[in-house]
């Protein structure tokens, strides 16, 4: 908090010292008004609910797919050779370049946003898997073996549970990346998102809006990290037996 504070003052002193304009830099003051003007007349708690309610659709489908995927790739040689090497250069293209593409396919509906928010999350949750596995240490496969463990049930009993900590990982990255791809497909797209309010601030010149749901977008973020996915992964380690001493 005291670090925030902080920057938030040295904020403050940079309004203060009048190097842009109000309307191109505006005070913590100004950001606060907008969001309680936001919050207060319902159109950010909409456009909070419609963002999030496309982000948790999205984000599902995902991990969904980037398991199966993942799980699939590493189920023999000749996938990790074509659809791994096909995934590795998918992943290079950012999400927001499939977003022509959903509009011509799904036309200017949720499709086109759930496809792009979908696909900004699938291909880094399908390399942590094939990541995850791969990374088993080699003495519990050893050790499964020793007990008569091979092929399908050594992979169900203790490749993939071994490479959950792996997965959680992937989970906590898809999670980031289906953020900014969902952001970038309600820029263009249709519907009260945060992403199209976002349009309309800066059309009008409402930087203070602007810099509100940045705001909105980090805080959802950090909360969403600390009460889900940390937790999460702490308790995961300690039941692995990988957290530090």
Same mark, same amino acid.
């Given at each position: 908090?005291?670090? !925030? ?5 040295? %904020? ?5 010292? #009048?190097?842009? +304009?109000?309307?191109?830099? +505006?005070?913590? /003051?100004?950001?606060?008004? =907008? ?32 398991? $199966?995927?993942? *799980?699939?790739?590493?189920?023999? #040689? ?10 590795? $250069?998918?992943?290079?293209? +950012?999400?927001?370049? %499939?977003?022509? *593409?959903?509009? !011509?396919?799904? #036309? ?5 946003? &759930? ?7 699938? %291909? ?7 990541? /995850? ?15 008569? &463990? ?19 990982? =992937?989970?906590?990255?898809?999670? =980031?990346?289906?953020?900014?791809? !969902?952001? =970038? ?54 039941? %692995? ?5």
């Amino acid at each position: 908090m005291v670090f !925030l504070g902080i920057l938030i003052g040295i %904020w403050a002193v940079i309004y203060n010292l #009048k190097v842009w +304009p109000d309307f191109l830099f +505006p005070s913590p /003051g100004q950001v606060v008004k =907008a969001l309680w003007t936001g919050f207060a007349d319902g159109t950010l708690v909409k456009a909070v609910g419609v963002s999030l309610l496309r982000l948790i659709v999205g984000y599902f489908l995902a991990v969904i797919i980037g398991l $199966a995927l993942g *799980l699939l790739i590493c189920s023999h #040689k000749w996938w990790e050779d074509t659809l791994g090497g096909l995934i590795v $250069a998918l992943q290079s293209v +950012p999400s927001i370049v %499939w977003l022509p *593409l959903a509009l !011509l396919w799904f #036309k200017m509906g949720e499709g086109a946003i &759930l496809f792009v928010v979908t696909l900004g999350g699938v %291909w880094t949750m399908t390399m942590g898997t094939v990541a /995850g596995i791969k990374n088993v240490p080699p003495l519990l496969v050893r050790v499964g073996k020793t007990m008569g &463990l091979k092929g399908l049930p050594l992979f169900w009993r203790v490749k993939l549970p071994a490479s959950v900590p792996h997965l959680i990982t =992937a989970m906590r990255l898809a999670w =980031a990346f289906c953020w900014r791809a !969902l952001l =970038a497909g309600e820029l263009i797209g249709t519907g009260t998102g945060l992403g199209q309010v976002l349009m309309w601030a800066r059309d009008l010149g409402n930087m203070a809006l602007v810099l509100a749901i940045m705001v909105i977008i980090a805080l959802l973020g950090m909360l969403t990290d600390s009460l889900l996915f940390r937790r999460l992964e702490q308790r995961v380690m300690m039941r %692995w037996g990988l957290n530090r001493a």
